[in-house]
Nanobody, 125 residues
Framework: QVYLVESGGGLVQAGGSLRLSCAAS????????MAWFRQVPGKERDLVAA????????WYAESMKGQFTISGDVPKNTVYLQMNSLKPEDTAVYYC??????????????????WGQGTQVTVSS
């Protein structure tokens, strides 16, 4: 069994920053790609950012380029999301995801087989 455990969410004022972490644990697990998605009530779970470990290539949702940065520690099977200049509209539950499938462009929910439980990020105005 593989577990993804997120941490780092919370309440922050607009303009502030947060850093989310997600660590994969359980049986020996080596992911091909990891990503962050976010979801607000009544809406789809959307990609925030993704990274593939073999190339270090990253993808971002267009609206989040320059504001969020995804990075990771491969030996620790951990992915991070640095979120800066947060706005109230960034309020959502943020989910970590991982896949072992070698997807060329791993930006869709369907690309991922493992999910964390989600961490709430609330940005107050």
């Amino acid at each position: 069994q593989v577990y993804l455990v997120e941490s780092g969410g919370g309440l922050v004022q607009a303009g502030g920053s947060l850093r989310l972490s997600c660590a994969a644990s359980g049986r020996t697990f080596s992911s091909y790609a990891m990503a962050w998605f976010r979801q607000v009530p009544g809406k789809e779970r959307d990609l925030v950012a993704a990274i593939t470990w073999n190339t270090g290539r990253t993808w971002y949702a267009e609206s989040m380029k320059g504001q969020f940065t995804i990075s990771g520690d491969v030996p620790k099977n951990t992915v991070y999301l640095q979120m800066n200049s947060l706005k109230p509209e960034d309020t959502a539950v943020y989910y970590c995801a991982a896949t072992q499938r070698q997807v060329l462009v791993p930006t869709r929910r369907e690309n991922y087989d493992y999910w964390g439980q989600g961490t709430q990020v609330t940005v107050s105005s």
